[in-house]
């Protein structure tokens, strides 16, 4: 479903999304003379033509700068991230012959570039100011339907819509010229935009019809006024929207309760809700499905004979679907036809209910039949391709659901039985699912097992709880890994498979983009880009998201991951690496990163406390964590279950910790901390044979044992490397005393991130990364190189935009007065978000590029700026926090400065109540 009116996702630098390039969305219309002529666009949105260009007709709409093409309306959308009136011009660099834009956004546009109308004028681009620019294009929909009277059939359901739409379109095409609706171009905005490329020759019109809110499908059955219609199945779908599967199937009933009584309603018999839609309808109801000696599941009976074949071996690959014609008791009418291009039996379903309408709509059935055979789905709906290594990709990436899912995965065993190969699905997140979502993933994780697929990689939290279940299930720990990147995904798919064979299936929801793994994999890559789903320029910035609050944080974990790589590389394969995730992961989600980590080199992570390494410990990650702080006895027997080792300073700590391994038959792997100068934790060297004799007296602990010894540099990070050395040699010394009494700990460790980058010598046998991992430089003397890049931005809305006159206060005791009327943005963002207030704050912030300088004191979940000298800010636009706007960056270093502290310290403080995105 295209969800560019619905605010699910925000583009980076630019805020127009577009999926698919004007070449795919073109793909399959009957070629002609494309038109919207201006003079019916004029009457259908009581528009008003501000500047004449010399065309009188155009090829269609566009709603994305980037992607119009020459001769196409640019329509200027106002959406939840972002104003297609920003981006006017734009368009018309891009070869845009006209602009649909909303009246009341006229004198901003001009505020914000003065003489604009003129330019676009001198351009000959036709700029036609209308009321709404979503209900001009519904308007002018419904006015080409109305005028030019093509049949129009309507198709919906859970899953499927799209192919069976597809399937439809080529098997009509042989009654006459039809037009098919964009891609999955479904909703209020996507489907008018399809509009634009109905021509008056049309003489049937397929459209696809999506809902994720109550309501939506009557509104565009009012909108397209459908004949006939096609409900491809009541799947488990937007239950976050709807609550649940029966709500959601009433929701679909919409369509069946607007088709007339003259028309037809093609459902499917094998679904037990297809009785209830029967009943919805006034329309004559044409079943399809596989035929069956026993009654179908709704009480209907297929209106066109066909048993499913096993799965065929083509030329193009194994598990192909293949039909049987039958007549009405199951005798062979027919040979199987072979469908080479559509993997998995699922397909049967979009095949057979496109054919039985065809038919019931006058197509002859074995013409349409040979034209069905050729239908290929469209990219991310699985799709096979070579891949690296010996493996078979089964791309199957658009976007997921369980029922789409199960699918797919009997799809997977049937070519992996078929060819041989080992079997492994990527999963990543299903979402909107609501209050089902975990126990949806579960259930696919044990159907996994069910089906006896070798291996499991999931990517997303989510997809972690199926990768639980499919454990629990049987299914060996080995075989599963979970990541959180594409990048880790594909690396982990291609250890799974060894040097075997592979069949693997990739598939997740859209903001997972899982297309990227397929991309990473492919052995000729150079078909990524017009093979896989979501490969335009646009979806090149698109982030996916939905932040619970209008104030969040994204966190690139490829920038922690290549951190951690480079790290690796600085320290040697000699040279353990260990990454502290301490206060969260310095806000970054301690989680998700340690997780990265690990997939790129890192062997030990590190915690400030007990309770940090618990929920870690509880989503399966068990690499080998350090506690660096004081364990106290009272936490020995927790610390002992989680497998943790403890920092040791004191016998008594010790004492507990052996005792409590004992109880659970373990044994307490501790670490003595020696303080070098740090006046901190741990043991001072001033007498060295203290040391030894506490070592020793650790050692005649029985269910104890000494792993490692460490220390911390307290100016590992100045210029003046003179303290931190003279740390080194006391450690040294405490090393050399130790030694002289029996053998060393064998992990001995020093260096953090900013020793192991200034002092190669104190690395030893194992580093301790923090800050480095997270892209911040330790110091402003001691930087990072320039491979390294940071992980966080921090970003919130403008939530009001007014003017103050002057003499007037901002905000708490009024410290700042107004010296002139001034243009006021709140901000939904304050100190209970670690957004500074004192002793002093972040000083400004980035709105459309540019410096907005804060006003008055933070509250706690609010703040003013001043945009006066920024020119059209409005609700709604994206202020930086932390990051790149424009051509202007604040860095966590350059807020750090400001606020008198640490870069560590800023971003360690963005409090939890901040979603964390990545």
Known sequence: ??????????????????????????????????????????????????????????????????QVEPGEVFVAVRGLHGDGHDFVEA?????????????????????????VFERLERAGVTVIAVEDTRAALR??????LSEWAPTVIAVTGGVGKTTTKEALADALSLLGPTFRSWRNYNDLLGLPLSIGTLEPAHRYAVVELGADHPGEIAELCALVKPHAGIVTNVAPTHLRYF??????????????????????????????????????????????????????????????????????ITTEGPGRLGLRPVDEVGKPRGDTVTFPHLIGAHWASAVLAALTLAVALGADEGAALARLRDLTPLPGRMRQFAGLGGLTLLDD???????????????????????????????????????AAEEAHREVGRQIVERSIEGLVAQGALAALAADA?????????????????????????????DERAMVYIKGSEELRMERVTALLMAYPEQATTALDRQSEAWR?????????????????????????????????????????????????????ARVALRNGAEWLGVATVSEARPLREAGVAAPMLVFGYTPPWQAREAARLDLRATVFDLDSARALAEAAREQGQVARVHVKVDTGMARLGLRTEDTSAIVDFVRALRALPGLEVEGIFTHFATADSLDQSYARRQRERFEATL??????????????????????????????????????????????????????????????????????????????????????????????????????????????????????????????????????????????????????????????AVAERLGTSAYEVVASLLARVPRLS
């Open 736 to 893: 050399a005393a130790l030694a002289a009494d029996g053998p060393l700990p064998p992990i001995i460790h020093a260096a953090n991130s900013a020793a192991l980058l200034t002092l190669p010598e104190t690395r030893y046998s194992m580093a301790r990364a923090g800050v480095a991992i997270y892209g911040l430089p330790p110091s402003d003397e001691v930087g990072l190189p320039e491979d390294f890049s940071p992980a966080l931005a921090f970003r919130t809305l403008v939530a009001q935009v007014k003017w103050i006159p002057a003499g007037e206060g901002v905000s708490y005791g009024a410290t700042y007065i107004t010296s002139q009327p001034t243009r006021i943005a709140t901000l939904p963002v304050g100190y209970a978000d670690g957004f500074r207030r004192a002793p002093r704050n972040w000083g400004d912030v980035l709105i459309r590029g540019r410096r907005a300088p804060l006003l008055g004191r933070v509250a706690m979940d609010q703040c003013m700026v001043d945009v006066t000298h920024i020119p059209g800010v409005e609700q709604g636009d994206e202020v930086t926090l932390i990051g790149r706007q424009g051509d202007d960056e604040l860095t966590a270093q």
């Open 541 to 593: 910035r698109v982030v996916v998201m939905r932040p619970e609050r209008p104030t969040w944080l994204e966190i690139d974990l490829g920038a922690i991951a290549r951190n951690t790589q480079r790290v690796k590389r600085i320290i040697g394969p000699e040279t353990k690496l260990l990454v502290s995730l301490k206060a969260d992961a310095y806000g970054h989600g301690a989680l998700r990163v």
């Open 397 to 435: 990436s658009h976007n997921a659901t369980p029922t789409s899912a199960t699918a797919g995965l009997d799809a997977l065993r049937a070519c992996a039985n078929a060819s041989g190969d080992r079997a492994v699905a990527a999963l990543g997140d299903m979402l909107r699912l609501g209050d």
């Open 1 to 66: 479903m295209d969800n560019a009116s619905r605010g699910e996702r925000a583009i980076v630098p630019m805020p127009m999304p577009l999926v698919y390039s004007r070449r795919e969305r073109t793909t399959h219309i009957t070629e002609g003379t494309r038109m919207i002529p201006l003079d019916l666009l004029l009457a259908a949105t009581d528009g008003a033509a501000l500047t004449q260009g010399a065309r009188t007709t155009y090829s269609g709409f566009a709603h994305d700068s980037r």
């Open 139 to 144: 308007a002018y929909a419904a006015r080409a």
């Open 470 to 498: 499919a454990v629990a299930a049987g299914m060996p720990a080995e075989r599963v890994i979970r990541t959180l990147t594409a990048a880790d995904t594909a690396a982990a798919i291609r250890a799974l498979a060894g």
């Open 91 to 115: 368009a018309a660099e891009q070869g845009a012959a006209a602009a649909l834009i909303a009246q009341e956004r006229r004198a901003a546009m001009e505020e914000r570039s003065p003489g």
């Open 243 to 312: 609550g649940d599967v029966a709500r959601f199937g009433a929701e679909l009933a919409s369509l069946p309760a607007a088709l007339p009584a003259d028309g037809l309603l093609a459902l499917d018999a094998d679904d037990s809700a297809s009785a209830a839609l029967a009943r919805a309808t006034a329309a004559r109801v044409v079943p399809f499905g596989l035929w069956s000696a026993t009654p179908h599941a709704s009480g209907l009976r297929p209106l066109l004979g066909y048993q499913g074949a096993p799965p065929v």
